[in-house]
């Protein structure tokens, strides 16, 4: 079981950026992914969780309307799409997953569990 995050790099503020999330060893149709962050200094954050299934989609207030997440179970990946990027997004961006029957998407995010993570993908955004 892995995932693997990748599309980091180094970004002006107010520039976009697309992470990949790619699974291997089970599917999306039976997993919930999430996407969070861990900045120098700060608490784990989540930013969003999807149902690929179902399509249900959570974000939290700092991201909504800046950040995007989508899914390709054809090709078993996940993608967040980010956009006006600012300074205080920078951090490591991982990716994680946990079976659908545990809880919503909601949850997932808010109470920040899940049963597998990526290695993380680095997002600093800066001038």
């Known amino acids: 079981l892995q995932l693997v995050e990748s599309g980091g790099g180094l970004v002006q503020p107010g520039g976009s950026l697309r992470l990949s999330c790619a699974a291997s060893?089970?599917?999306?149709?039976?997993?919930?992914i999430g996407w969070f962050r861990q900045a120098p200094g700060k608490e784990r954050e989540a930013i969003g969780c999807i149902s690929t299934g179902d399509g249900d989609i959570y974000y939290v207030d700092s991201v909504k309307g800046r950040f995007t997440i989508s899914g390709d179970n054809a090709k078993n990946t996940v993608y967040l799409q980010m956009k006006s990027l600012k300074p205080e997004d920078t951090g490591i961006y991982f990716c994680a997953a946990l079976p659908i029957e545990v809880t919503t998407v909601q949850a997932m995010c808010v109470q920040g569990v899940y049963d597998y993570r990526g290695q993380g993908t680095q997002v600093t955004v800066s001038s």
């Open positions: 060893g089970f599917s999306l149709d039976f997993h919930d």
